[in-house]
């Protein structure tokens, strides 16, 4: 790679340099039932205690990132899904005080909050880490939030021309002494922001969006970009592609993440009996439909009602399914790494069994495989 091709001087960060080559991170564990919609003992409370010790946990496991859910109210059914949901910026300033040296995310919902505050918010999170703050941009997905905010649903592309500007005012605030914006949605004069971030030109931001307009904002302004991957045979040709837009239309290196949920069990069997418990005896099917119509009906890519959808998103948010033993699992990510993946988020039932038992048992056997240290 050409050494003018980066998009920054952040090679501390662990989401970006190359300490491990398959990347690993902690997803949803500030928001109540994390990734799983069931009722299974053991998922995500929501109380500050659970939030510190898992991710204290994460951080000695070495796993890279703490990325979080932005969530307003829940889904309803059995469980109210995702109801508790600690507000993501303070969760973020709070983790990096407990934390040594996992990176620590927030998740912004772009259309809540003015990209002036959130410059500087940014910029406080990031002195308090000691430079390991990133932001998760959303253009704007579950419509019954944004109406609690008084804020309309722009349709599908404008979200994204709107975050476009949102993000070059952010960036800019990082960087400039004091600047004029005079975009479309956003008309700002003098804006100035001190202290800068302590990363140049700032903290890392990713970004999730699928659609074609989301995936032209993450080649234009994310550093890593999450996908949905409902069939991994494709992996190869659409982290491809996403990398080479960004390279070719913004001249960017943008790393191609995705998701994934891990149930690790001695045997297959065993995890597979499991996985059919809290999916089947215990799963709450009236909440992951309300999911499904409320946020996935609103993508160009997924059918809301498609049983099998439906079934991969109560089980983990839509993720790539980990579940088997140990050496099953090692395997699967190292196909996906050869496939040009360039890591994955991990959610659990139960999130602090689970980073102990990736401790124990998944990382040796990814560290053998040469994809992590
Ligand atoms: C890893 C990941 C994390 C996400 N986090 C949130 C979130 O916390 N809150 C939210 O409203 N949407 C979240 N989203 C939704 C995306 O930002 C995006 O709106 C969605 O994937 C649809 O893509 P599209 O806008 O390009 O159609 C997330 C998606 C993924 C894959």
Redesign the pocket.
Known sequence: MNASVTNDGRQAAALLNDDNRFKLAV?GANVSGGCSVTSAEGTIAVNWPESRHIAQLADQAGLDAMIP???WRGFGGETNFNDRCFETFTWAAGIAAVTERIQVFS?M?VPTVHPVRAAKEAATIDHISGGRFGL?L??G??EAELRMFGLPQLP?DERYAVSDEWATIIKRAWTEDTFDFDGRYFKLPSVHSEPKPMQTPGPLIMS????P??SAFAARHADLQ?I?LPDISKTREIVAAQKARALEQYGRKLKVMS?AYVVCRDTEAEAREYYDYYVHQKGDWQAVRNLAAGAVG???SADATDPAMLEALLAGYGAVPMVGTADQIAERMRYLADAGLDGM?LSWVNYAEGISQYQRELLPRLQALGLRH
């Open positions: 997803f859910v932005a969530r998740t919902q998760n959303v253009a997905w579950v599908h999730a969006g699928q659609s307009a989301g999450f949905f998701l609103n993508m160009q988020t």
